[in-house]
């Protein structure tokens, strides 16, 4: 048996597993109270297997302002106490997060040591005093009490990511000259007294979420985690959670797919080898050999699975089973963080269950039909493997030699490589089910004739868009896409000019940097990279900068000349760029209606056109498109 299925403590309790699903917000919850679609959303998680679930962090304190749900009152306790219920038949241990988010709030009072802003665009927060530091301690304990009451079985206090115990802790942000300030005892002085108030309120364990650092000069490091983890292991916490990064450097705390799995490793085992309890690993540890070689090489007793989860609930279960290759795969994309992010509901760009557990079905057809999805990017892939499963006669068409449509030419970017692990999983699960797949193979009105299907699915996706320059029909003019493909020969030394920064361009300028091409990216509006995620985005331009990619923005190209590149400012000021190439990556159109006026298709045939065949937009929307296509034919 894996060690990942072997039972561990958690001080009084036991642990059937030791996979614990971590906490992140959801945004499902209705002004701070649970709601239905809350309760089904970890209901899902516990019926994958896993061992314990960290409900995500609840707000302490009543005068914070947030999207998440509360724990500041009794008034929240019957909503905290249906999860708890609703969990009980899945032998899973159950924890709740309990959260103060200091000065990282979008919204109401900022609070934190010391009147130091988040960044330039946020307020100064305002410093606490220490009768308001004293409240927000109580505060912790309150709420602890409401936990037990509600019947969880053990508590976590978020005291990373920059959230107000971890802001305490930080050098560069804590400029305090009392007790709460200067030394690492006294900066750490406020999250012992959470830890000791929270043990002395209630009987449940206590998990400490620390980091092992917040990756940013002058800022907290890990010699100073293990410290903190020796303070906290004395104060009468259960078990650390070691985690890292700050609201400012995120691309530590929630990893893109460009960041290796595993970075977190160094630091949870620093922190494993000074203390005696028992410590949890996080990032990107949803590699099952990978989580197995954390707990083999005792570098970490528990492993976090956070976004892995929401991708793909019954991990546990598959892996437990040794069915590895049916995991649905977490590509660290974001989505799901990006959304909640700006106060929507949690999505996942490869699972489209996720935020409708509540009235997710995939009932079998009434009637099976003969379906024929034409284009196999993220809706059509999504669209086959629903109707399928539905028990309908699925065929997928597409035009290229290789599956994915659009998530071929992005996973062909260094950055972007864990987009085809997704089309691949897409692909065997199709062969498993049965869809008759065809590749290479353009639809026309006579394959539709031949075919004779009852629905069509068009999910074409999109073409580049061709604006009206001056020489952009040129020799040396190309579409991105060829450049990603390597079908244009790119060498050291070529000066290629990348014509629009959006995820194409700079995923274009990235590959053919890396080949030691010259590269300059022209964009007219103020920056590079708008429509990616953005944690993914900040990761992907300061690699473009590092690399000497060259960023030019609110400049228009006007014209294009064999070796030139015209271009002009916005007060029409002209400018020149020597070119060898130039890669076109300026926006998309959607190519559904041509596709079906094509097709000419006859009566009693139903048609759906979505995805990007019908409007072009992210990846999490057309694959939900593609599920609804497919669950409801």
Not at 197 to 205: E, H, K, M
Not at 330 to 353: K, M, Q, T, W, Y
């Amino acid at each position: 048996m894996s060690v990942l299925f072997t039972p561990v403590r958690l001080g009084p309790l036991t642990l059937k597993n030791r996979l614990v699903m971590a906490p992140m917000g959801t945004c499902l919850d209705n002004g701070g109270f649970i709601t239905d679609d809350t309760v089904a959303y970890y209901r899902r998680r516990a019926e994958g297997g896993v061992g314990a679930i960290t409900v995500e962090g609840c707000l302490v304190s009543s005068d914070t302002v947030g999207p998440e749900p509360r724990i500041s009152g009794p008034e929240y306790l019957p909503g905290l106490r249906r999860v708890v219920e609703a969990l009980r038949p899945y032998d899973v241990t159950v924890g709740v997060q309990l959260m103060h988010p200091g000065r990282q709030v979008v919204d109401g009072p900022s609070v934190a040591p010391s009147p130091v802003p988040l960044n330039s665009a946020s307020p100064v927060p305002h410093a606490l005093t220490v009768p308001e530091i004293e409240r927000i301690v109580a505060d912790y304990a309150r709420a602890a009490r409401y936990a037990q009451e509600a019947g969880y079985d053990y508590l976590e206090v978020h005291g990373a990511h920059g959230y107000l115990p971890s802001n305490f802790l930080s050098p560069q942000h804590n400029h305090r000259t009392d007790a709460y300030g200067g030394s690492l005892e006294n900066r750490a002085r406020f999250s012992v007294e959470v830890a000791r108030a929270i043990v002395a309120a209630c009987d449940l364990p206590l998990v400490w979420r620390l980091n092992g650092t917040d990756a940013e000069p002058g800022g907290f490091d890990p010699e100073s985690a293990v410290a903190v983890a020796r303070m906290l292991e004395a104060a009468g916490v259960a078990s650390i959670s070691v985690s890292s990064g700050t609201w400012l450097t995120l691309q530590e705390t929630l990893a893109p797919m460009s960041v290796p799995r595993g970075h977190m490793r160094p630091l949870v085992r620093a922190v494993k080898q000074a203390v005696s309890l028992p410590v949890m690993a996080v990032g990107r540890l949803d590699d099952p050999e990978l989580a197995e070689s954390v707990v083999e090489r005792g570098e970490a007793d528990l492993v976090l699975l956070g976004r892995g989860l929401i991708a793909e609930p019954d991990w546990p279960l598959l892996v437990r089973e040794g069915r590895r290759d049916e995991l649905r795969p977490c590509i660290a994309c974001n989505a799901c963080v990006d959304l909640v992010g700006r106060g929507e509901r949690a999505r996942c760009s490869v699972n489209p269950e996720v935020g409708r557990e509540l009235t997710w079905e995939v009932e079998p057809a009434a009637r099976p039909r003969r379906v024929m999805v034409v284009g196999s990017g993220p809706a059509g892939l999504e669209a086959a493997r629903l109707a399928r499963l539905r028990g309908h006669e699925v065929s997928l068409w597409e035009r290229d030699a290789e599956l994915g449509g659009k998530l071929e030419v992005a996973g062909l970017a260094p950055s972007k490589r864990e987009v085809l692990r997704f089309r691949e999983h897409q692909a065997r699960r199709l062969a498993v089910l049965g869809v008759e797949i065809h590749t290479s193979a353009p639809v026309s009105a006579g394959t539709v004739a031949a075919e004779r299907p009852d629905v069509v699915v068009v999910a074409t996706g999109a073409d580049p868009l061709v604006p009206p320059i001056p020489g952009i029909d040129g020799p040396t003019v190309h579409d991105a896409q060829r450049l990603l493909r390597g079908e244009i020969e790119v060498g050291a030394g070529t000066r290629l000019v990348v014509v629009g920064g959006s995820a194409t361009g700079c995923e274009t300028a990235e590959l053919v940097r890396a080949r030691g091409a010259e590269v300059t990216i022209v964009e007219m509006r103020g920056s590079i990279g708008r429509g990616i995620e953005a944690i993914t985005r900040r990761q992907l331009v300061r690699q473009l900068k590092k690399a000497g990619v060259e960023v030019l923005t609110r400049a228009t190209v006007v014209g294009i000349e064999p070796g030139v590149v015209h271009w002009q400012e916005t007060d029409g000021t002209a400018h020149a760029l020597d070119a060898d190439l130039v890669a076109l990556a300026i926006g998309w159109r959607p190519t559904g209606s041509d596709v079906t006026a094509g097709l000419e298709l006859g009566e009693g045939i139903e048609v759906r056109v979505l995805g990007d065949a019908d409007s072009p937009a992210d990846f999490v929307r057309a694959v939900n498109a593609g599920a609804d296509a497919g669950l409801s034919v």
